[in-house]
């Protein structure tokens, strides 16, 4: 069938553009005669293109000289656990802001490895809204501060980035990341699962401050331990080489698009069209959250009458819309509008439920 | 260009039909109109490619019902760490045999999380024959006893399983996985880098016999217990959809090839070919490893004269023939005869072996 209009929550929609080029180069990547798949990655064509992939993010998202970027394997669940082991020493104690289901889970995986101490959470409001800064119980001894940003499930974002003072701020950014202009310099480390935003599933960026590199963290094996990817410009084992080579391909995508300050405008754009439909639609649709602290890239929301679920997810397959059903948590709908969804898509999107509410009226 | 005929150690040549079938889906995969990268892997659409994909590995190896299969991440060397962890308590001992560059490596990951007994060692021999398994020291009492039966630097390949009595035996097979039956039978737990001969890197398959994912291990987070991925038919996170995807891939080509069985007697033709041509140089070309431990997926050999590497690399390369040089730690030259390499390539290589002796005589 033709393509269709992709809303999935990860692994999401990625850049037609991208894929057309994937496509080509499959059997005949970079002149080699061979896939990129098929490549040594100590080879020579490979290293320069994983150089010029780190190049052009560090171009997109201005990344200063003293942040190492890594090119990581395990999803971000899996650092989940790591980041206490690098960043924890024996005894150590960190500060978690619970926001959503992910970073619910991020102190849970943290557990083994480091004291967490969860400086404020959204739960007793079940993440409709965001802790305010005030209302956090930060320590300033603490080994770092760890948030997300942005929650896919429970469809809350942070707008402004906290101030914790020398603390080093450590972000998931796995649903939000190169979606809007970001000050790099706030951030101690910054990680991503691709496959929202950047790439594939299977692959993790990370953008670390070396000093962190120098932290001795716990007894570990060495394949775990940041400073030896960095040390090893992340082939300290074989990385994937589809997904850097991907998101390669997406960063040199973003720049087309005019780079990340064009994407940012076109995100609101996007979020702004969808929520003005729900809010417009006289309570026929709703926001279940908080609207300052709703999401850019995650927009559940909810049918006035549950009973119209069903036939609004086949309606709206049938109309080419993909993946609208809302996590099993929350119930309703979800819309992920991340980068490689279009305005045009929203526009889709907001013309069926207009639609489907006069036709279901 | 054309398709080159392809030897790299890794990540390795894939199966062109694979690669061609790979392409044709990359917009619209399986009629969902979306790439498998933009599905998720929650949808019913990946599950079942998912499953697919796991029964006909199960088909191929004639899996016995009391092992787990899991699609994991972070390379073979992530799992030297994570082996030990799952594997062995606190105070436990583990037997190693070292026969080469990655079963060191398995070794120094893994003395993080076990008292390591290295109950036999190559290195005396610098690799170039395997410890007979009457000098291993084994220990009855040991938590496993892991080895890498294909070395890939090296070039050594035990032809035998060894017998370790009731210790479960643990086996990198990333280098020979899939490429001549095999009894699933005699091994507590086999693991593979995905990048030779399943799939793109950033994949590793395991399988592992159901009773170890009782051991309770050390202390760890959720994401690194292989009990909890098995529990969660490897989706505990995101896994690497396109790896999994692309690993089913290549196992229905293998059954289009007619089974392991075939496959094997291919394999063993291919290196003997290549071996023949070897030793019949009179000297020209040379293979340094002992004729009874010779790998059937990597072949090692040097020039006569060390001086002629630059022209026959330089050479082999004009000819369409990739990624002939040696590892640096062996030096001269090896040829990687992965499942993808057809005879057809090995019949090219060793007519240009010849003439380049002709030629260079």
């Known amino acids: 069938m033709s393509r269709v209009w992709n809303f999935s929550a990860g692994p999401a929609a990625l850049p037609q553009a991208v894929l057309e080029r994937a496509q080509r180069e499959m059997l005949d990547w970079n002149g080699s005669g061979a896939s990129v798949m098929e490549q040594s990655h100590r080879g020579k064509r490979f290293i320069e293109m994983a150089a010029q992939a780190e190049a052009d993010l560090r171009a997109l998202l201005a990344i ?209 069209l969808l929520y003005q439909a729900i809010d417009g639609s006289g309570g026929y649709y709703r926001s279940p959250v908080e609207p300052s602290a709703r999401s850019r890239m995650n927009v559940p929301f909810t049918l006035h009458d549950a009973a119209l679920d069903t036939a609004f997810l086949k309606e709206s397959e049938a109309a080419g819309l993909l993946a609208l059903k809302g996590h099993k948590a929350v119930g309703g709908m979800r819309a992920s509008l991340y980068n490689a969804v279009s305005l045009e898509a929203v526009k889709v999107l907001t013309a069926f439920m207009q639609d489907f509410a006069q036709r279901h009226g």
């Open 64 to 272: 200063p000289a003293d942040y190492a970027v890594l090119f990581l394997q395990g999803g971000a669940t899996q650092h989940f656990a790591q980041i206490p082991m690098n960043l924890a020493g024996a005894g150590d104690s960190a500060d978690y802001i619970v926001s959503g289901h992910w970073s619910a889970k991020a102190v849970s995986e943290a557990a083994t490895y480091v004291r967490v101490n969860v400086a404020a959470s959204g739960e007793a409001d079940h993440y409709l809204k965001l802790p305010a800064r005030e209302s956090w119980q930060l320590d300033p001894q603490a080994a770092y501060v760890h948030y997300t940003p942005n929650e896919t499930i429970h469809g809350v974002e942070f707008h402004n980035i906290p101030d914790v003072d020398a603390v080093p701020l450590v972000a998931d950014m796995s649903s939000n990341i190169l979606s809007e202009p970001l000050d790099v310099s706030r951030f101690g480390l910054i990680y991503a699962g691709a496959q929202k935003n950047i790439g594939p599933s299977g692959l993790v960026l990370m953008i670390i401050r070396r000093d962190l590199l120098q932290r001795a963290g716990r007894p570990m094996a060495k394949i775990f331990r940041y400073a030896e990817h960095a040390a090893n410009d992340s082939m300290l084992n074989t990385p994937n080489t589809w997904g850097w080579y991907l998101a390669g391909l997406t960063f040199q995508w973003l720049q087309e698009q005019g780079g990340i300050a064009v994407i940012g405008e076109r995100n609101r754009a996007k979020a702004e």
